[in-house]
């Protein structure tokens, strides 16, 4: 599923987007699924507080995509994927962290995995690492999936390839959404 | 014509692309008009080669469009557009600053004005400055015209957004730029 | 004691560093003084893990220090002075931040300030905030304390013009700090 | 002469400066010889205008320099040492350029070469390209020849160092520049 490409993948051949399982989240009330953000452009940004990368490229580049899209087209969400220096990045260093930091979209901290040092939700997306940036189109499909750090130009260009497809591509997918069924995708990853 | 928006504007509000007045072309042989690019998104960047924001910003972010976009659906247009310092700018600099800088799409300059330091084209699309970014969707509209320093993310969702509005879009602009007439836009300006 | 200058201020009107009260020390085994360091010039960094400012140029600025400079000649020491967010800045998150950001030089964790927020070296050095940087030459004065940003060609000018002052500037410091006399320092304040 | 090094030479193996040949001065009315600046540091940047290291990093850095040392120690001065592309950069561009990029410092026009397309201050010492950065101290001696993009803390230790190099040094290098006399260097080179 997790081809790095810099151009959103065709619809039909693109997977339908695991479900997130996250602990807990922060600058949201409640929980915040994929079911809910049906219909918008999802764009999932997938950091560790302490990866410098993401630091300096991750979370800049995705406060500008939040700048530059409506988030009545658009939503922005943050997923904090630890899977090293566990103790060192507690909720309570990441909740500071996105203080100082002025992130103030919802960042979702992926669950533990059982025997792995994987959170769940990196597995099931099978991401490399962080910083990784998934977009998911208005259907629920991931259909880009790129791990380091994409240009701005590409990223902004992919985003709006697929907030161009409108409604009437939307019904059609969610025919096929019905046809291929959530139930192929669990946490652990997703069978097309 | 030339307002500075960050997202393109609506196709039937937008006038048609005024021609271009270009004295001669570099790293292109022949002319070039926007008729011949009918069918591609137009990515005009107006620059002047002594302009310190078109070196560190503009000239940069045209050529990482060049990067980002196939060419068979984006060209970018360099237009040399001298409003001061003329004897500065001549052409055997110009062909040097190219060179140095690496710039291989085509560039024009802009022929000057008959009792104005501004020249042409310029006039004719009511540019303010350089850098100046101008998109022209598929039909020969000008759909976003900025001023200055636009941030890579929303360049490249505006081109983006023109790429993605197809064949479909084109055939019936066509029939509209048919009914508008391209008589209404003439060298010196362009009156809907 | 603390303005803020971007040149070193003149040796004979500058105060005698006020000692560290440090809890522990990473990437450095047992205790480290200013006495220890006497006879080079120290530069110390002063600096909160989940400052921004300080992860964008604090600390880089003292990564190119540490290049820039002769060990022989200068230190330069990390003081970690959390004064918010403490539950966040714990030592193990402390010490996956420096490893991620390949941080080498010795960093103290200024000593938790016993009715203050405000940990007991940051109270003592009356530092503003972070990253501040303090520049203390070979005689164990204060000579430069700059809150904020100060530019890399001012900063190695600075270090550079206290490294310039050699030996035998040293030993008339030395005669005159026995005039002075350490005991004007403690941990809560130095007064000349 | 010409090492690359970016900690000053020591003086008693550094040579004499050569004099500058230069066809004329922007920013500056008269001549400007080295003589004239005797006892000052002098920070020499060569630089081609249509050259992109020196518009994008060795202009803005002897600026920064400007701005970091007082002009009672420190000169700045510009050379224009142009190569390539001799029809592309003549006077009228470079004025033009200095303008537009607000550089206020002295600019000397290096005199063509009589057979040879490198001008003639530029082969006196010895330059690989542009940007060269040459520091020469207060007694005239070249301390530091520095080819591409040394970092601003390094370049201000340097200047640092040599402008913490006073009046007794400058005497006793007075009298060695008698003994070494100013004929050993001329325009074409300088010859120890």
């Not at 993401?54 to 530059?68: D, E, L, S």
């Not at 259907?139 to 990223?155: I, K, N, Q, Y």
């Not at 959404?177 to 997703?190: E, F, S």
Request: hydrophobic residues 40%; negative net charge.
């Amino acid at each position: 599923m997790s081809k790095t490409t810099l151009r959103p993948q065709p619809a039909d051949s693109s997977p339908l987007a695991p479900p997130w399982t996250v602990e807990s989240w922060l600058n949201h009330s409640g929980q915040l699924t994929l079911d809910q953000l049906r219909g918008r452009v999802v764009v999932l940004h997938a950091f560790q507080m302490l990866c410098p990368g993401c630091v300096a490229h991750g979370i800049p580049q995705a406060q500008r995509v939040r700048g530059a899209f409506a988030e009545s087209e658009v939503a922005v969400i943050g997923l904090h994927t630890v899977f090293e220096h566990h103790e060192a990045m507690r909720p309570v260093s990441l909740r500071a962290f996105l203080h100082e930091y002025r992130v103030d979209f919802p960042v979702g901290i992926d669950a533990p995995g059982s025997d792995s040092p994987i959170p769940r939700t990196m597995q099931a997306y099978g991401m490399r690492g962080t910083p990784t940036l998934i977009l998911i189109d208005r259907a629920g499909r991931v259909r880009l999936h790129a791990f380091g750090r994409p240009e701005d130009m590409v990223v902004g260009a992919a985003i709006a390839t697929l907030v161009a497809e409108g409604s009437q591509e939307l019904a059609t997918a969610a025919a096929d959404d019905g046809m291929q069924g959530g139930a192929a995708c669990d946490a652990d990853g997703c069978k097309p």
